[in-house]
């Protein structure tokens, strides 16, 4: 695990010393080594960087940038089959002088071209010169699970691993993109393929890009889609056919993300998703497990006495840290430090701090992370199962009267729960459903809150595509969270919070392989008689007694309504301040005063929109000012 940035700079104003700035801005990425590399052409400057997290090879011959014949890689992540594909490489007439798998990637690439990504099981964000082709080769894993931003404007290509590494470029123009404000303000993140600044953007997960150097072209394509499997149709298969099937697929894809030249740990919560995983692989190991708990004496979820028990069934080596809701809140004012781009997912602080606490232990850890996406695990697939399905039932005359009732019916306690009510009764088809679900502030309050007025980027449940017209809608939400929530909040949230201490973070259930086939498996064997995850938590319960486990969803929470009203309220009197906001010409600060003091008298649901505009503007101070 590492951290990449570099260059292609036909304006020739970059150089080394460049290089090594852009690294150092990502040394909690990479803090075992750094690596340069430039290429001074006459028309242009390539540079490839690296700061290095040792886990597979720890030997000098693991360096990066790496060579081999007229290939160098930059590259960030684990390729977990690379000993697998170094014996096929090796039957073909390959030899090796390293054991890691960067090596294997770039022989890959050389034996089979771009065609090597499709043997690929791992998590990848990978650079790849080709001095003979002249061309630049950037690969993102399926999933999304290792970032990767890069820049084109005014003969400057920049890549990255964080925009950290962008900021450290003079040539880099920082100019705001408004819709992406409209988008984080709605979403709490900005969705790829796009960033916060102009002429910035992320690789799609499941995507490559090629800069054709001689050309002066970029060209990005999709070389994997999530939606292929769920178009496929369902499996003919038995629910105990399926079960064993979905064990051993687990198995194999667990037993990946161990491999590893230093020790391993894993995040165990409490729920389903770590349980399931803490037992598939304590079960084929006579060593005990490293498994890390946080816990919280005054926050309002704490899983961790639920995850000691689970801990104590399976036989691991249990490290549990109790945190004080004063450690909690000194992460808020460190959070810009850590996200170079506005976001609001304010589990992102408990995660830093299990993250830290795990590093004292080991070096990578497994986080259980896309089993709600996988298996239909979150409460608003409830909400589609239940009310969606009611909704599109009744008659739309029906549905319209509803809706003028609810919007008669006046008052400031709940207007925002009223407001989400009246557009689903006026539209209950699945898109907007799931729009409804995700967004937080209606058309209305966007108008009143941002002073320029602009359309948000479009989101993937905005596209129309009529071969989705055949899914269900369980399995359209459950698609959209895969393809937006779990890569652009989830990931963004674990890479940057692990990686900021130095941690590898792995995700086990985010194997392409369990993916593919668990989206052919029928709705009801995930959601079944209104039970969430249902085979998912069939298979846990062979390894965990049901009483272990069996109570409400929870996961990582603080208490964001009290901390607004009192232990942060300094931070509100800080960045709302009303000149400030005015001289930026982005928000209207009546509004946000006015929206401050209705939270304040209490209208429920405010505390999630002030902490957005909260959050933004604690970037702002860091990142612009």
Same mark, same amino acid.
């Given at each position: 695990m590492c951290g990449i940035s570099g260059f292609i700079d036909f304006n020739k104003n970059s150089s080394v010393d460049l290089l090594r700035v852009m690294a150092n $801005?990502?040394?909690?990425? =990479?803090?075992?080594?750094? =690596?340069?590399k430039l290429f001074s052409k006459p028309k242009m400057q390539i540079g490839l960087s690296h700061t290095r997290l040792s886990i597979i090879d720890l030997t000098d011959a693991g360096k990066q940038p790496m060579q081999y014949e007229d290939l160098w890689i930059t590259y960030n992540g684990e390729i977990y089959n690379f000993n697998e594909l170094k014996e096929e490489l090796r039957g073909l007439g390959h030899n090796f002088r390293s054991l890691s798998d960067t090596e294997v990637i770039l022989i890959a690439y050389k034996q089979w071209g771009l065609k090597c990504i499709e043997k690929l099981i791992g998590?990848?964000? %990978?650079? %790849?010169y080709d001095e003979t082709k002249n061309e630049l080769i950037c690969i993102r894993d399926r999933a999304g699970v290792k970032p990767f931003y890069y820049y084109w404007k005014d003969g400057l290509f920049l890549f990255g691993s964080e925009l950290k590494a962008f900021n450290c470029h003079p040539d880099f123009k920082k100019e705001i993109d408004q819709k992406a404000i409209v988008s984080y303000i709605q979403l709490g993140f900005v969705p790829a393929p796009y960033s916060i600044f102009k002429n910035c953007f992320k690789l799609k997960p499941g995507h490559y890009l090629i800069f054709k150097i001689d050309a002066c072209e970029v060209i990005t394509k999709k070389y994997w889609d999530v939606a292929d499997s769920y178009k496929k149709p369902k499996l003919k298969i038995s629910y105990e056919e399926a079960k064993s099937e979905t064990e051993k697929i687990l198995h194999?894809?667990?037993?990946?993300?161990m491999v590893s030249d230093v020790p391993i740990g894993v995040f165990l919560s409490g729920g389903y998703d770590s349980a399931c995983l803490t037992a598939v692989l304590q079960k084929s190991r006579s060593k005990p497990l490293n498994t890390f708990t946080i &816990?919280?004496?005054?926050?309002?979820?704490?899983?961790? #006495? +639920?995850?000691?028990? %689970?801990a104590k069934h399976l036989g691991t080596e249990h490290f549990e840290y109790t945190c004080s809701q004063k450690e909690a809140l000194e992460i808020i004012k460190e959070?810009?430090?850590?996200?170079?781009? *506005?976001?609001?997912?304010? !589990? $992102?602080?408990?995660?830093?701090?299990? !993250?830290?606490?795990?590093?004292?232990?080991?070096?990578?850890?497994? !986080?259980? @992370?896309? =089993?709600?996406?996988?298996?239909? =695990?979150?409460?608003? +697939? @409830?909400?589609?199962?239940?009310?969606g399905a009611l909704l599109?039932?009744? *008659?739309?005359?029906?549905?319209?009267?509803?809706?003028?009732?609810?919007?008669?019916?006046? &008052? @400031?306690?709940?207007?925002?729960?009223? @407001?989400k009510i009246k557009d689903l009764l006026n539209d209950p088809s699945t898109n907007n459903i799931t729009r409804n679900l995700n967004i937080l502030f209606t058309n209305q309050e966007l108008n009143n809150l941002l002073v320029n007025k602009c359309e948000p980027l479009q989101m993937e449940y905005d596209q129309k595509d009529s071969n989705l017209e055949s899914l269900s809608p369980l399995s359209f939400m459950m698609l959209m969270d895969y393809k937006t929530y779990l890569s652009d909040d989830i990931l963004q949230k674990v890479d940057r919070c692990s990686m900021s201490q130095s941690l590898e973070s792995r995700e086990p259930y985010l194997d392409h392989r369990i993916i593919e086939f668990v989206s052919q498996l029928p709705d009801e064997f995930k959601y079944h008689s209104g039970v969430k995850k249902y085979i998912l938590k069939e298979i846990?319960?062979? +390894?965990? *007694?049901?009483?272990?486990?069996?109570? *409400?969803?929870?996961?990582?929470? %603080? #208490?964001?309504?009290?901390?607004l009203r009192n232990e942060i309220l300094n931070l509100i009197e800080y960045y709302f301040n009303e000149n400030n906001m005015k001289s930026q010409l982005i928000f209207n600060p009546q509004y946000i005063k006015s929206l401050y003091s209705s939270f304040k008298n209490g209208n429920k649901g405010l505390e999630q929109k002030i902490w957005r505009i909260l959050v933004f503007q604690m970037w702002y101070k860091k990142w612009m000012n």
């Open positions: $801005s990502l040394h909690h990425r =990479g803090p075992d080594d750094h =690596g340069y998590m990848f964000a %990978i650079v %790849i194999s894809a667990f037993e990946y993300r &816990g919280f004496n005054d926050l309002k979820l704490n899983e961790a #006495p +639920y995850a000691k028990e %689970i959070l810009p430090n850590y996200f170079d781009e *506005p976001f609001a997912d304010s !589990s $992102s602080i408990p995660t830093l701090l299990v !993250s830290k606490y795990a590093k004292q232990k080991v070096k990578v850890a497994l !986080s259980a @992370d896309g =089993g709600d996406e996988l298996f239909a =695990g979150y409460n608003r +697939y @409830d909400y589609l199962m239940n009310y599109q039932k009744t *008659p739309e005359a029906l549905r319209k009267l509803a809706s003028l009732v609810v919007k008669n019916n006046k &008052g @400031d306690k709940h207007q925002n729960k009223r @407001d846990t319960h062979q +390894y965990v *007694p049901k009483k272990l486990l069996d109570r *409400p969803k929870m996961g990582f929470s %603080i #208490p964001l309504d009290s901390w």
